[in-house]
């Protein structure tokens, strides 16, 4: 098996997205640079370079690996498998990340890529990972693994072998429940996610995120260990409510399959997500900033958040082996609409109260958010022509007070902070207007930086 450098170094790793792993060699040595600390808040490799290397058939894909860094996960390596099916489009493979669930590690794993290659969504590129360690290490949502996730994220979208527009996450029992809290947590990069036999709390992947991406979840009517069934349920309801008050929005197929339990035919999901394509310039959205294993983004969409910063806990587990900061840390709600060259930002806190209970573990069902508005902040709205007119001026305002009015300059600078923020190639982001507020009138703050 062909093991990578950790942390990736361009003077030793150039293949597009991880490492190709049927390269019959290893890679020359070469010292290992620092390990950098991203916008999204983790550590990062420094970014290979572009590369036309061709990838492997899935069925044939020789294993590969990556160790995850120490601090955030120990004696953890990720091995993966890595490949295609059909011929590769014009555009790019559509990639889709395939998360195992949580049976043994080895036996998922390989399953995984059995199922992959029946499903019918060809041409397509596959990463399926295998979970590092078990126990209570055993969840694809911890900072650990949002580590793995971001590289591959940043690799694909840097990819010709990867089309940036068609970008999927699913998974299947506990990666229903990782590819769950991913698709809301990552939203503004996804196309679609596709959760089986999951059913998270909705606390844990909030619905407002998911308003331009695919969703589909799909759980057996009979499953009903930890409430899969009621939560599915309770997710078709929020997600048909948001529906309903954003219409063309929130596309979403969530069903119970009739007559099955924790396991049925999976195959549906996959094309279904096929049919969808990023938004990645939306004029409107909602963001809930929430923490997943123990930290927060730091920007979402075209909106980056300087202040307050977030605490981060990266370390996922307590005494008891569960993370306990996730369902008690503060959180914020973003809503932006730009409309002509008026852009609205609300912001609020957002406080949860479980109001319904299920189980013999009380798994929370329903809750009640509380939206308060935010006394003060600091954040950067990236613009380019599709969203305002840059001829004419622009006018921010946050929870209903103007903080900027004027023409808003086009700079190098702008570009490189949304390179440096996403890393995304399709928000590349010419202009950028940097707005603070404070509700005592300490800061109104009218500049164009």
Not at 39 to 55: A, E, F, I, M, Q
Not at 89 to 99: H, I, M, V
Not at 125 to 151: C, D, H, L, M, V
Not at 347 to 369: C, N, Q, S
């Amino acid at each position: 098996m062909r093991t990578l450098p950790a942390p990736f170094s361009p003077c030793c790793c150039s293949s597009a997205v991880f490492p190709s792993a049927h390269a019959a060699s290893r890679p020359p040595k070469c010292p290992p640079p620092k390990i950098a600390r991203g916008r999204l808040g983790v550590p990062v490799w420094p970014p290979t370079t572009r590369s036309n290397s061709p990838l492997s058939p899935l069925g044939t894909a020789a294993p590969g690996e990556v160790q995850i860094p120490a601090q955030l996960e120990p004696d953890a390596t990720m091995q993966f498998y890595y490949g295609t099916k059909g011929q590769r489009p014009e555009a790019g493979w559509p990639l889709f990340l395939y998360l195992h669930g949580s049976g043994s590690p080895d036996d998922e794993w390989n399953v995984s890529r059995e199922w992959a290659l029946r499903f019918a969504d060809a041409p397509s590129a596959y990463f399926i990972p295998r979970i590092p360690r078990t126990g209570a290490w055993y969840r694809w949502y911890q900072a650990s693994k949002q580590w793995a996730w971001e590289q591959l994220l940043q690799r694909a979208l840097a990819s010709p072998e990867i089309d940036p527009t068609r970008l999927y996450v699913f998974g299947i029992s506990e990666g229903g429940y990782g590819s769950q809290r991913l698709a809301s947590f990552y939203a503004d990069y996804w196309a679609a996610a596709g959760p089986m036999a999951g059913g998270e709390p909705l606390m844990n992947a909030p619905v407002v995120n998911c308003e331009h991406i695919g969703f589909s979840l799909l759980t057996g009517q009979l499953d009903q260990q930890f409430c899969r069934d009621q939560l599915t349920q309770v997710a078709a309801q929020e997600f048909d409510a948001a529906a309903r008050t954003h219409p063309g929005a929130f596309r979403h197929r969530i069903e119970l399959v009739p007559g099955a339990g924790h396991g049925f035919n999976y195959s549906p999901t996959t094309p279904w997500l096929a049919g969808f394509r990023r938004v990645t310039r939306p004029r409107s959205f909602t963001w809930e900033n929430f923490p997943m294993g123990g930290r927060y983004r730091t920007g979402f969409y075209n909106l980056a958040v300087d202040a307050p910063q977030p605490t981060d806990t990266p370390s996922p587990l307590g005494p008891d082996g569960v993370n306990h900061y996730d369902a008690t840390a503060p959180r914020r709600v973003y809503t932006l609409r730009i409309e002509q060259n008026r852009i609205d930002l609300r912001v609020e806190e957002v406080t949860y109260t479980v109001t319904e209970r299920g189980g013999e573990w009380g798994i929370p069902l329903r809750f009640k958010r509380t939206l308060r508005p935010a006394d003060s902040g600091e954040v950067r709205i990236f613009l380019d022509s599709k969203l305002v007119n840059f001829d004419r001026p622009v006018t921010v305002r946050v929870n209903g007070t103007v903080r900027f009015e004027g023409r808003v300059p086009l700079t190098d600078e702008s570009i490189a902070q949304s390179i440096d923020l996403f890393h995304d190639p399709l928000r590349l982001y010419p202009a950028c207007v940097k707005v603070k507020w404070c509700k005592w009138g300490g800061v109104t703050n009218m500049d164009r930086k």
